[in-house]
């Protein structure tokens, strides 16, 4: 099942984004450390291109993520024109401190102590922006939970003597093009869960640590790293920890939200869904089915 998530305070959100960012100097754009790509709303990127704003790109939770992974990833930011990115966790005092000088980097012209410097944070629900907005303000002014969409409105704080900070609401986009994406979203928490069936996202997380990160799995479940496929991950994951319907039988839903669970909090191990190398060779696979369904029929 494609999963597709846009709740109606995000078209009003969205329309609220594109007048604030007139008057932004510096859009500070929120990604989840483990799905950095997938996690990037094109919407944001199409804004701020409109408007020429240059952005510095934050991939944050970067303590749950794969750190090689994380490295490439900057790079490959980093190699966008007005993109500059950075790697941190928005829960650390000494992370979130470097943000500000970054931010003044893409906006000289604002360095002179008389123009304010004005910064709009933005992303997709529940990657930390609310959580970094109240780290630079040194104060609980934006309301923060493990669950998507808790801010719903738009506002702007003042902060130190040259600057202001507006937090806007998660906003996904109305259409998300590639399945895959949508399931990371979902593994990552960041599409409500009425929008998902949990078994399926599990499937798909379990899909990829089977491939890549065998060992953890192993470790953390004590299974065999050599199960042959993600479903049969659940089955084992289910067994071990006791999800079981009366009878016997497996509790899927239990199950998975245990693998999810544990994935989401890190207790798993340091994990990326993508890299630049999987999300280039997923692009091309996507192209090759688009051209192959586009391609007219051969008469015979």
Not at 232 to 253: F, H, T, W
Request: charged content about 25%; glycine content about 6%; proline content about 5%.
């Amino acid at each position: 099942m494609a999963i597709q998530w846009f709740p109606g305070h995000m078209t009003s959100a969205r329309k609220k984004a594109s007048e604030t960012m007139a008057s932004t100097d510096v859009v500070i754009e929120v990604v989840d450390a483990r799905i950095p790509e997938a996690s990037c709303n094109p919407l944001v990127d199409e804004l701020r291109r409109f408007r020429q704003r240059p952005c510095l790109k934050i991939l944050n939770k970067t303590d749950l993520a794969d750190p090689v992974a994380t490295k490439a990833w900057i790079d490959y930011f980093n190699a966008q024109p007005g993109v500059s990115a950075v790697a941190l966790s928005c829960k650390s005092a000494n992370d979130t401190a470097r943000v500000v000088n970054l931010c003044q980097k893409l906006a000289p012209h604002r360095n002179d102590g008389v123009k304010r410097l004005r910064l709009m944070i933005m992303g997709v629900p529940n990657v930390g922006k609310s959580t970094l907005m109240n780290a630079l303000l040194k104060r609980k002014v934006a309301k923060v939970g493990d669950e998507p969409a808790v801010t719903k409105s738009q506002q702007t704080l003042s902060f130190g003597t040259h600057m202001t900070l507006t937090d806007t609401p998660g906003m996904m986009w109305p259409k998300i093009q590639y399945d895959s994406d949508g399931f990371m979203l979902a593994a990552c928490h960041a599409i409500g869960r009425n929008a998902v069936i949990d078994e399926e996202v599990a499937e798909f997380l379990a899909g990829i640590l089977l491939a890549r990160y065998p060992q953890l799995l192993a470790d953390r479940y004590r299974l065999d790293s050599a199960l042959p496929d993600a479903w049969s991950v659940i089955e084992a994951i289910g067994r071990r920890r006791g999800c079981l319907l009366k009878g016997g039988g497996l509790d899927a839903e239990k199950a998975s939200l245990v693998l999810l669970n544990d994935f989401r909090m890190g207790v798993l191990g340091r994990i990326s869904l993508e890299t630049p190398q999987t999300r280039a060779q997923m692009l091309s696979e996507a192209a090759q089915r688009d051209q192959k369904d586009a391609a007219p029929p051969v008469d015979h």
